[in-house]
């Protein structure tokens, strides 16, 4: 797109096309905080919704962290915005003691608990959210500095599963994910829309805000937000690719079948000869299936799968027991066995099933 299109309105036409996949559901809960990017997901809502026949009913719902002075203004800001546009609205608050760091973080969880509980008393299954392909430029950045391995650099998909939510039932829905923030707010000035300015978004105290100074030196380069959204996107495709070898390897390496239960068994030697990232990923995978404490850290599983490689090529394979996540993993000359690993002193609270659901599933990050 040349720069004009980068910053022209969004047109109703590409509105309609935006949000056609979700004609079909019940009721849509719109995540409305009364920035620019959320102010416009409504704007946009509204507007398509009102051009159906029939179609799905809306919920705005916004978050008051109770950060900042100004933030129950700009809840009934939104509010009114959204009586002024038809859509019913809902105002949840974060209560209780706020932790004295990692507060963008923790403000992350508790809105989308928030939300999640939202749509389940609303019986909706899609949270919608205003990132946008700018917010997508900077995640594949935020995880490249963290060291993320594929599946982190793949950042967001425009459907996935809610976070904080214990189930499949709710998904989160990102249809604004390829649309620059220039063009959302470029629809509000022409629609004359108001919307708020949260100084956190500018702080340099704060990760994303110093990264969101860095784009505009990185697209002088040619490292612009399309090409690093271009980038998660091939890196998605690859995910796919590998995730689907993995199946397929689990199947040629079982001694025994992949079970709910008890341990997973592999032929030591099948497992040598597969591909590095493919045996990783399975062996991260085992883990995840039979440990009590969540998915494994990928850094952890390296150093663990460079442990197994190192034993391969010990005279008669040399025998290795370790421990990870809550499993416990034993290479033999025949056979690696992943099991859960016995209690023992000291140990952490063991996590229920639902609990290391919450986690989310194995991914290496």
Not at 50 to 59: E, F, T, V, Y
Not at 303 to 309: A, G
């Amino acid at each position: 797109m040349s720069a004009a299109e980068d910053a022209a309105p969004v047109s109703a036409a590409q509105a309609e096309a935006l949000f056609r996949p979700l004609v079909y559901a019940s009721t849509l809960i719109l995540a409305v905080s009364g920035g620019p990017d959320s102010t416009a997901l409504m704007l946009l809502v509204a507007r398509w919704r009102a051009a159906l026949r029939k179609g799905p009913a809306l919920l705005a719902v916004t978050i008051d962290h109770g950060l900042r002075r100004e933030s129950a203004a700009e809840a009934r800001a939104v509010e009114e915005l959204a009586r002024r546009l038809g859509i019913p609205h809902r105002t949840l608050r974060w209560r209780g003691k706020k932790p004295e760091t990692g507060i963008q973080e923790a403000a992350r969880v508790a809105r989308y608990r928030l939300l999640a509980q939202a749509a389940n008393a609303a019986k909706a299954r899609c949270v919608l959210t205003a990132h946008t392909l700018d917010d997508q430029a900077e995640t594949v950045l935020l995880r490249m500095m963290r060291g993320s391995g594929l599946t982190g650099l793949g950042a967001m998909t425009q459907v996935s599963r809610l976070p904080a939510w214990e189930t499949d039932e709710i998904v989160l829905v990102r249809p604004l994910l390829d649309i620059p923030k220039a063009r959302l707010i470029a629809t509000l000035d022409r629609a004359k829309v108001e919307f708020a300015r949260d100084p956190s978004n500018r702080d340099p105290r704060f990760t994303r805000p110093r990264l969101r100074d860095l784009m505009p030196a990185l697209a002088r380069e040619g490292l612009d937000a399309r090409r690093l959204a271009i980038l998660a996107r091939r890196l998605r495709r690859a995910e796919a690719a590998i995730e689907m070898a993995v199946g397929v390897a689990a199947s040629a390496v079982l001694q025994r079948p992949w079970s709910g239960q008890g341990a997973i068994v592999l032929d030591t030697a099948k497992f040598d000869r597969l591909p590095a990232e493919v045996a990783l990923r399975l062996l991260a995978r085992a883990i995840g299936q039979v440990g009590d404490e969540g998915p494994a850290e990928l850094a952890k599983v390296e150093v663990l799968f460079d442990e197994l490689r190192g034993a391969a090529t010990s005279p008669r394979g040399a025998r290795l027991r370790r421990t990870l996540a809550g499993a416990l993993v034993t290479r033999s000359a025949d056979s690696l066995a992943i099991e859960r690993a016995p209690a023992r002193k000291g140990r952490g609270k063991r996590l229920t099933t639902a609990e290391i659901a919450r986690r989310g599933r194995s991914k290496l990050r």
